[in-house]
């Protein structure tokens, strides 16, 4: 591990949406918990650091929302330049909800009440691969502690000024193929997901043409390395190019939320989908307003606890 990257001065931008904006509903979805090494809110000063990587080089990403209704962006690092240009994007410019239609009540009162949610686009796959290679079939806590210990062991420093969070950019595909075995375990990390990206990270040059396709298409695109299956696909999708269609079939938590929330019980994969099937194609729109809403399903039994893969 180094340490960042130190540059005079930042590169800035001062962008004005013309829309109704919330960072916080627009930057959680890239945050791996509290303790994500790559996103931090300075909540005091209301600003948002991010680390991230670019086809230039890495970057780091400050935003803050100003009194005026601006966005100020100010960046540093050889992609600083490519992070300030896809501000728009990463805060939803791009995102079209024209045609979408609430077909449930508690749908129609979330879009109602939360107006600035948008679906944001980071115009980067590996940085949202990686971790939601993490997360296939592991509790919350197993993949947000191995996402850290691999950011800390194996990412670099971000570039930036002094005084800023510490931040760690995501270990480089050639940084993930040169782990030892014995480091994947140490970080907790199964064989299956440690598969997944080292298929991944031999051809993730290739993977970034996901962005530019997006849709049905970049998900396939994804879904030809082997351990990238419906699941991850679409988890990457949400966040690299903000496919609002992209449900996450799969998920341990998301069938039954969405059935409770909208027809009153838990639902398996192919029920959910015939409850979102008059939401096409903005599915996972119509997901994002079900998590927006604050519902709680209710719970039955126990938690599923976390594993120690690095006790076997």
């Given at each position: 591990m180094t340490g960042p990257l130190r540059t005079a001065e930042p590169m800035t931008r001062r962008w004005r949406p013309d829309y109704s904006l919330d960072l916080l509903d627009l930057l959680v979805p890239l945050r791996r918990g509290t303790g994500d090494p790559t996103l931090r809110a300075d909540t005091e000063r209301g600003i948002w650091w991010r680390a991230s990587t670019s086809p230039n080089g890495p970057a780091t990403l400050a935003l803050r929302r100003c009194p005026d209704g601006t966005v100020l962006a100010d960046a540093w690092g050889p992609g600083a330049q490519w992070a300030l240009d896809g501000v728009p994007a990463l805060?939803?410019?791009?995102?079209?909800?024209?045609?979408?239609?609430?077909?449930?009540?508690?749908?129609?009162?979330?879009?109602?009440?939360?107006?600035?949610?948008r679906l944001g686009a980071t115009g980067r796959v590996w940085d949202m691969l990686l971790p939601a290679v993490l997360e296939q079939k592991v509790t919350g806590t197993e993949a947000r502690r191995s996402w850290r210990e691999l950011c800390w062991r194996f990412g670099t420093r971000a570039p930036?000024?002094?005084?800023?969070?510490?931040?760690?950019?995501?270990?480089?595909?050639?940084?993930?193929?040169?782990?030892?075995?014995?480091?994947?375990?140490?970080?907790?990390?199964?064989?299956?997901?440690?598969?997944?990206?080292?298929?991944?990270?031999?051809?993730?040059?290739?993977?970034?043409?996901?962005v530019p396709l997006g849709g049905t298409a970049g998900r396939e695109l994804l879904r030809r390395v082997p351990g990238i299956g419906v699941w991850t696909a679409a988890e990457v999708a949400q966040r690299a190019w903000g496919d609002p269609d992209a449900v996450s079939v799969g998920d341990f938590h998301i069938p039954s939320v969405v059935g409770w929330a909208l027809v009153g019980r838990p639902l398996d994969d192919a029920g959910m989908l015939a409850v979102l099937a008059p939401y096409a194609p903005q599915r996972q729109r119509a997901v994002r307003y079900v998590e927006a809403s604050g519902f709680r399903r209710p719970r039955f039994g126990p938690r599923y606890s976390p594993r120690d893969y690095r006790a076997l």
């Amino acid at each position: 591990m180094t340490g960042p990257l130190r540059t005079a001065e930042p590169m800035t931008r001062r962008w004005r949406p013309d829309y109704s904006l919330d960072l916080l509903d627009l930057l959680v979805p890239l945050r791996r918990g509290t303790g994500d090494p790559t996103l931090r809110a300075d909540t005091e000063r209301g600003i948002w650091w991010r680390a991230s990587t670019s086809p230039n080089g890495p970057a780091t990403l400050a935003l803050r929302r100003c009194p005026d209704g601006t966005v100020l962006a100010d960046a540093w690092g050889p992609g600083a330049q490519w992070a300030l240009d896809g501000v728009p994007a990463l805060l939803g410019a791009d995102d079209d909800d024209s045609g979408f239609v609430a077909h449930h009540p508690l749908v129609a009162q979330a879009r109602a009440g939360r107006p600035g949610l948008r679906l944001g686009a980071t115009g980067r796959v590996w940085d949202m691969l990686l971790p939601a290679v993490l997360e296939q079939k592991v509790t919350g806590t197993e993949a947000r502690r191995s996402w850290r210990e691999l950011c800390w062991r194996f990412g670099t420093r971000a570039p930036g000024p002094d005084g800023m969070p510490k931040l760690w950019l995501p270990p480089t595909p050639e940084g993930v193929r040169a782990i030892p075995d014995w480091e994947w375990h140490r970080a907790g990390v199964d064989s299956a997901r440690r598969r997944a990206l080292l298929a991944a990270a031999t051809v993730a040059h290739r993977l970034e043409a996901a962005v530019p396709l997006g849709g049905t298409a970049g998900r396939e695109l994804l879904r030809r390395v082997p351990g990238i299956g419906v699941w991850t696909a679409a988890e990457v999708a949400q966040r690299a190019w903000g496919d609002p269609d992209a449900v996450s079939v799969g998920d341990f938590h998301i069938p039954s939320v969405v059935g409770w929330a909208l027809v009153g019980r838990p639902l398996d994969d192919a029920g959910m989908l015939a409850v979102l099937a008059p939401y096409a194609p903005q599915r996972q729109r119509a997901v994002r307003y079900v998590e927006a809403s604050g519902f709680r399903r209710p719970r039955f039994g126990p938690r599923y606890s976390p594993r120690d893969y690095r006790a076997l």
